[in-house]
């Protein structure tokens, strides 16, 4: 997966030392946050949660309005969370589901950029391997008098997810650069990113996000 990344990032950076002499380039630093919702038949129900993501980014303007923004997320949090009741034997338990995968990716985006050279709406693909996956399932008896044999009464057990898959999704949304200087600026953008695979193999469970993330980005002199 690194050997990838690494890749991807020496094509981009040759690419961009390729373009014409008016073409304007910028590298920048991003980082952020998600909100995920999770979803499928095979879930019981829909989860959410919060992650943190983070990486850098390259910003080739063609024109006063039309570029390429390309973010190589080195770090993606997808965590998600719920609760739900279950009887076994007469007894009730409220099971609580932790789920986090963390993934490294791609993120080629076109961007339109307004004449103010402020506002920008961006759209694309995403691509996101796997860098870590795991669940925590905590079950609470919740029925008066009853425990487990070991006396508590919860139970927690994590499990390592396997055979997650690669993630591809299509990103839309909108952001607004604020100027600092000549050469450089601050720039943030609101997304929304609509998963197309599963997580896991055969296995009905999508997840789909919510991203706000900032960049701080600096021109290169092409």
């Not at 020496?10 to 980082?31: E, H, R």
């Not at 910003?59 to 390309?70: A, M, N, R, W, Y």
């Not at 190589?72 to 719920?82: E, F, S, W």
Request: aromatic share 12%; charged share 15%.
């Amino acid at each position: 997966m690194r050997k990838r990344l690494v890749l991807i990032l020496a094509i981009l950076l040759v690419f961009a030392g390729a373009l014409p002499a008016q073409t304007n380039v910028a590298l920048g630093l991003v980082v952020g946050g998600n909100y995920n919702v999770h979803t499928g038949s095979d879930l019981q129900k829909t989860g959410t949660g919060v992650g943190f993501v983070g990486g850098g980014q390259i910003d080739v303007s063609f024109s006063k309005s039309i570029g390429l923004l390309t973010t190589i997320y080195a770090y993606d949090n997808r965590i998600g969370k719920y609760t739900y009741p279950v009887n076994s034997g007469g007894v009730d338990y409220s099971v609580d589901v932790s789920v986090t995968i963390a993934y490294a990716g791609v993120e080629p985006l076109l961007k339109f950029t307004m004449p103010d050279d402020r506002f920008f709406f961006v759209a694309g693909p995403s691509i996101g391997f796997k860098v870590a996956g795991q669940s925590e399932v905590t079950a609470t008896v919740t029925t008066p008098g009853y425990s487990y044999s070991n006396g508590f009464a919860s139970q927690t057990t994590t499990n390592d997810l396997q055979d997650i898959n690669t993630r591809f999704e299509l990103n839309a949304g909108a952001g607004y650069a604020f100027k600092i200087d000549p050469q450089s600026r601050l720039t943030s953008r609101l997304m929304i990113a609509y998963g197309f695979t599963n997580v896991e193999k055969n296995v009905d469970w999508r997840i789909n996000s919510v991203r706000l993330v900032a960049a701080l980005e600096f021109d290169l002199h092409h």
